[in-house]
């Protein structure tokens, strides 16, 4: 057991079968790739203005393949 109370021990649920840990790190991956894709979206449109953010990443494995 921790020495402080108020934080539940690593994968401690509430009661109700929530795991707090987990829910923390669901809602940074989340962050994450909400951000990756908005990256992902302006180097397309860097490349050309009606590129999908999706072909974005094929082009560039395509590019990377292609050495």
Do not use: I
């Amino acid at each position: 057991m921790r020495g402080n109370d108020s934080e539940p021990e690593p994968g401690a649920t509430d009661g109700s079968g929530v795991d707090h840990e987990f829910l923390a790190l669901e809602r940074e991956l989340a962050v994450f790739l909400r951000r990756a894709r908005a990256t992902s979206g302006d180097m397309a449109r860097e490349v050309h203005p009606e590129l999908e953010p999706a072909a974005y990443g094929l082009l560039v494995r395509l590019e990377a393949a292609g050495r």
